[in-house]
């Protein structure tokens, strides 16, 4: 990873993605207040000890990758005390990048920058009171980036941000993280996000399990059988629930496998989906789901449980869903082999 400038995105999430909604919206109610003094740490360490969880937004799927980390240390953020010079900043944060042998990984990065003192200068600012009448601010997700300021003791502490008048910080502030030239002193793959297999076989890493979420909360009506009689070639993905997962609102399930289906297998699970017998009652949530879908994500879903109670779900754009009940050879169908 280079060294040299930063932005704003990247920084906001440490290195990583920053959300944005944009949209028009009145000022705060009321104009946020600075905190007290920051507590300084008295030995900085690493951010892989202090702040191991700095910007992960994106969750890890379990069993990809990665190994439990510690909590870290979160001391209290505020201002600076007088005292305390600071003379490099350390930002902590995770990044979504290519993996080596294909799909994507989450990496925790820790960048440091010595030369601070626009951001010294910015962090000292007050932050802007609300003036009368309405302020025009956007609704955009800023998530601030896990900082630190050390000094020439190796002590550190986690500066306050000066807040613009809509709870933001201040331009000047946004200004200094953007103008950081900031190196990698750390880098560590912490989980794969999407595995190359996945990548390959045009599946998501993750996917809910529709037909539990159908069978307990939903109420799924008939589709029409035009809808879902006429299909372009499908892709099979398959996914494992874990045990946490099973019997939840809404599980997730990791992918296992998936290929686009050949034209008689396809047509051999077709009319395995064309049954017309209502889905059984279950309070046995299935370890394994299937999910169809057209090779060029049109037209309806199909999901089939592969254990347990064996139902399977259609769904048709756009809306309508129709719970059915499959069997052990449609299960065989959507096999690995």
């Not at 360490?45 to 870290?72: D, K, R, Y």
């Not at 002590?155 to 709870?167: F, I, K, Q, V």
């Not at 900031?182 to 794969?192: H, Q």
């Not at 060029?296 to 756009?318: I, K, N, Q, T």
Request: one cysteine or more.
């Amino acid at each position: 990873m280079r060294s040299g400038g930063t932005t704003l995105v990247a920084a906001l999430l440490g290195v990583g993605l920053c959300g944005l909604a944009l949209a028009g919206c009145a000022g705060p109610a009321s104009t946020p207040k600075g905190p007290g003094p920051a507590e300084i740490v008295e030995k900085w360490t690493s951010c892989a000890e202090i702040a191991p969880q700095a910007g992960a937004m994106l969750p890890v799927p379990p069993g990809a990758g990665g190994s439990a980390t510690p909590a870290g240390i979160e001391p209290r953020v505020g201002r600076m005390d007088p005292d305390f010079v600071p003379l490099a900043a350390v930002l902590c944060g995770r990044n979504v990048v290519p993996g080596a042998g294909g799909g994507r990984e989450q990496v925790a990065t820790e960048r440091r920058a010595d030369d601070i003192g626009p951001l010294v200068a910015a962090l000292g600012l007050a932050d802007q009171e609300r003036g009368p009448g309405e302020i025009a601010c956007t609704a955009d997700l800023l998530v601030p980036p896990w900082l630190a300021l050390l000094d020439d003791k190796g002590r550190w502490l986690r500066p306050y941000l000066p807040m613009d008048a809509c709870g933001k910080p201040r331009p000047e502030v946004r200004a200094a993280v953007d103008g950081l030239r900031l190196t990698t002193v750390d880098s560590r793959t912490v989980g794969v996000v999407e595995s190359s297999e996945a990548e390959a076989a045009g599946c998501a890493q993750r996917w809910s399990d529709m037909v539990w979420v159908e069978g307990t909360v939903g109420r799924p009506g008939r589709v029409a059988p035009a809808a879902v009689s006429k299909a372009g070639p499908l892709r099979l993905c398959v996914y494992q629930v874990p045990p946490s997962e099973r019997g939840g609102g809404k599980p997730a399930g990791d992918f296992v496998y998936g290929r686009p289906l050949p034209p008689e297998r396809q047509a051999d699970v077709l009319r395995g989906l064309a049954g017309t017998r209502p889905a059984a009652d279950c309070a046995t949530p299935a370890s394994r789901f299937a999910v169809l879908r057209a090779a060029d994500g049109s037209g309806p879903e199909w999901y089939v449980e592969l254990d347990a109670c064996r139902r399977f779900l259609v769904v048709a754009p756009p809306g309508g869903s129709q719970l059915g009940q499959g069997d052990a050879a449609l299960a065989a169908l959507l096999g690995p082999s």
